[in-house]
């Protein structure tokens, strides 16, 4: 009997590229992400990969020069890697194999003919260029439709319509006439079309569903940037089709990927994030904003909150400051209430995520539920079956602070500050609050934080972060601000940020 129900464990790295003293497992589940900045050595695990394992048949044979091409100022001299794997031969299951590949000087060893044998697909990004562009023909295309054989490719023609939402009555095999080019083609309601002119999205699908189905069981499957030209509800659906094949049929499929909201779907999918710093390349499971922030260096503000005005602004950031929150959010600025259902319906209607984005209303006009719902509704109209759902998401992305009678955020600051006392307070920040105390009523609402802060003459984003500093001081604060706390730590604790951080 042949090698079979191989699998792969475990990739140790000396020295690749970019890759310096890691190790990667695969064994917990049959997707594996590779995750990490431009340049930390993703592509590479998937070349190495690809390189380690001799076709059982005449399939494609992935060697090191493909992909590590020596040239005048790259040897690749000194590179060294080992993956270990597990395999059945006859009736003898064989576990804790490995096999060391090198480059001394001038060869790769082992020889070729020595590597395991395992069935391995590759997508790169060069298959996915639009055909348009790759076929490279200026004159009319003539090309020949046939049936491709075999169930598997209705097995892709339906899936393929599952993640990309449409319905493809066909399928078929193409060969253009210019080259001997091979392809594909599908019909899709009254039309029908070759890869020549499909979106990028398109052609990009069924490319990595073809690589997959068609694969034998066993197989070992890798993708290089599999969220290229697919949109965030496409690539999960693609995902899931995925997942659930290779599980059915003992595939592994690894893959790499800038997408963070993968990281979302840990569950199903091993998430391995890598980054190269100067003595080695280090890697962690899953993906962490807080471990990215601390590593690179480079600050991420994965949480987006809109409010008002600066005096709302200020508010919440005080929020996000207690909670050791404020690095990763971004506050924007909206302007008058009734603009906030428009940016929500906006962000719908454009597909926007919203999953990290909140709206917050200053809770003086359109706090109540109800006036919510009618000014969701307004802005966001239809009858679509989806819309209702639509709404009900939105919904609960608009809250607004919570004040009992409808005060403006100036009033509450206003209210909050008067029953603080000056011993509450550092003694350089008791002159700003007497002024506080000495505003009572006002015929303008803003006034009872501008004449504060006017009277101050501090600059007024330092005035601001001190009064609703001494404001948290009340207890109405934590009641005031409960809907932005809440959702912030609701956030800091799905994605490990801050004091929540694994």
Not at 457 to 477: C, F, N, Q, S
Request: contains cysteine; aromatic residues 8%; hydrophobic residues 40%.
């Amino acid at each position: 009997m042949p090698i079979s129900q191989q699998k792969l464990i475990k990739l140790e790295v000396a020295e690749l590229k970019n890759l310096r003293d890691v190790e990667l497992g695969f064994g917990e589940t049959s997707l594996t992400a590779i995750m990490g900045a431009n340049g930390c050595g993703k592509s590479t695990v998937l070349h190495a990969l690809a390189c380690s394992y001799s076709p059982p048949d005449n399939n494609l044979d992935f060697k090191f020069p493909m992909f590590f091409k020596p040239s005048t100022e790259a040897l690749w001299a000194g590179s060294s890697f080992t993956i270990h794997y597990e395999q059945r031969d006859g009736a003898n299951f064989q576990q804790n194999l490995q096999q060391r590949f090198s480059k001394a000087a001038d060869r790769w060893a082992p020889r070729y003919d020595r590597r395991p044998v395992r069935p391995v697909r590759m997508v790169t990004i060069r298959e996915s260029v639009p055909e348009v562009e790759a076929l490279g023909i200026n004159a009319m295309v003539h090309y020949q439709r046939s049936a491709f054989p075999g169930e598997v490719h209705n097995q892709v023609r339906e899936v393929a319509g599952q993640v990309l939402n449409r319905q493809y009555a066909e399928y078929h095999h193409v060969q253009y006439r210019q080259g001997g080019r091979s392809s594909i083609a599908v019909t899709n309601g009254v039309l029908r079309y070759a890869a020549i002119s499909m979106s990028a999205g398109e052609q990009r699908v069924f490319r990595i569903l073809d690589a997959v189905f068609s694969a034998p069981n066993y197989s070992l499957i890798l993708i290089d940037e599999i969220d290229l030209f697919l949109h965030q509800d496409a690539l999960k659906r693609l995902l899931n089709a995925l997942r659930l094949h290779c599980d059915a049929r003992h595939k592994q499929l690894v893959f790499t990927t800038h997408f963070p909201p993968i990281a979302d779907m840990y569950e199903t999918i091993a998430v391995k994030t890598i980054h190269r710093v100067v003595e080695r390349t280090l890697v962690w499971q899953g993906h962490s904003y807080d471990a990215l922030r601390l590593i690179t260096g480079q600050l991420e503000r994965p949480l987006r909150i809109f409010v008002e005005d600066d005096v709302a602004e200020a508010i919440v950031k005080e929020v996000a400051r207690a909670l050791r929150l404020q690095p990763y959010v971004h506050v924007g600025w909206y302007g008058p209430s009734e603009n906030a259902f428009a940016l929500g319906a906006g962000m719908v209607l454009a597909n926007a995520p919203l999953e990290r984005v909140l709206i917050v209303l200053d809770g003086d006009v359109n706090a109540t539920p109800e006036e919510r719902r009618r000014k969701i509704e307004r802005h966001l109209s239809g009858n679509e079956p989806r819309r209702a759902g639509e709404r009900d998401a939105l919904f609960g992305k608009i809250v607004p602070l919570v004040s009992d009678d409808e005060a403006s955020p100036e009033q509450m600051l206003n209210r909050m500050l008067r029953a603080v006392q000056q011993a509450q307070v550092a003694e350089g920040d008791r002159p700003l609050l007497g002024f506080a105390h000495e505003i009572i009523n006002v015929p303008e609402r803003h006034g009872y934080i501008n004449q504060v802060v006017e009277a101050s003459g501090e600059p007024r984003i330092y005035a601001l972060r001190k009064l609703v500093e001494m404001a948290t001081h009340d207890a109405a604060w934590d009641a005031y601000t409960r809907p932005v706390r809440e959702w912030l730590e609701a956030q800091a604790n799905e994605l490990r940020l801050g004091g929540n951080a694994a």
